[in-house]
């Protein structure tokens, strides 16, 4: 059975309730559901329960953006992953690059996140990559690595079917340099071979690893091509349903 293919599009701290609404809308009307696909909308936190019903008559699925890694309590300004699902998220972000450097998410705070959200019945989507220094450096394989494996040593078993990975290069985040597809699917590659090593040979195989940065119509389907690529977390492109409808398009059903 083909691995699903997840396209994900993180609005992040962007579009009032009218443009949310607008932009559903206008992914509903051109969107025709595929075997395998699965298309998410990442809203902004304060829209999550109104989007959650602009949905309903779609076959789109909600995430967030983030989440506390502690289920309720007194924990001000935090959201509680659970409340997420009762609201009818069934995805959520866990350690977005963004939250890593503005809010100095450790890889362990991540991988807490990350165990809150998929006991809480959420699957979470965990991002990592490295930036522009560390690849120059060439110490971008073992910051994935870490990023990728305390996730398994944190997570019971019986929750690593919940786990999907976003790979994102920062340097290729919001500035129009894509990782090539070759770059990018020699990493997915590694990656899929490092869960393996910490999850066993059917987890790897079923998980969906996910690219991210700069992803835009123009080049969504030689990555969505890729044997280990499983799909694209959108930032800029998501934010237009014609932009991000191209990109859902560049998936064919393999
Ligand atoms: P981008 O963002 O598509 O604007 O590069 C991707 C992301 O940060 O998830």
Known sequence: MARKCIIAGNWKM?????????LIE?????????????????P?????????????DSTLSLGAQTSSSFRDGAHTGDTSPELLRILGCRYALSGHSERRGDHHESDAQVAAQAKAQVEAGLKTIVCCGESLQEREAGVH?????????IIYDTLPPEYWGEVSIAYEPIWAIGTGKTASPVQ????HKMIRDHIESKAGAQVARS????????????NAKELLGQPDIDGALV????????????IIQA????
Not at 44 to 56: I, R, Y
């Open 235 to 246: 930032g800029g492109a998501s934010l237009k349903a014609d932009d991000f409808s191209q």
């Open 26 to 42: 206008g992914i509903k009307a051109g969107f025709k559901p595929k075997a395998n696909l699965e298309v998410v909308v990442i």
């Open 251 to 254: 998936y064919e059903v393999s």
């Open 207 to 218: 998980t969906a690893i996910l690219y991210g940065g700069s992803v835009k119509g123009s």
């Open 184 to 187: 990018a699917q020699e990493i």
């Open 44 to 56: 902004p936190m304060p829209l999550v329960a109104l989007a959650a019903h602009w949905v309903t």
């Open 141 to 149: 394989i073992n910051k994935i690595k870490n990023q990728i494996g």
């Open 14 to 22: 962007n579009l009032d309730p009218d443009q949310g609404f607008e």
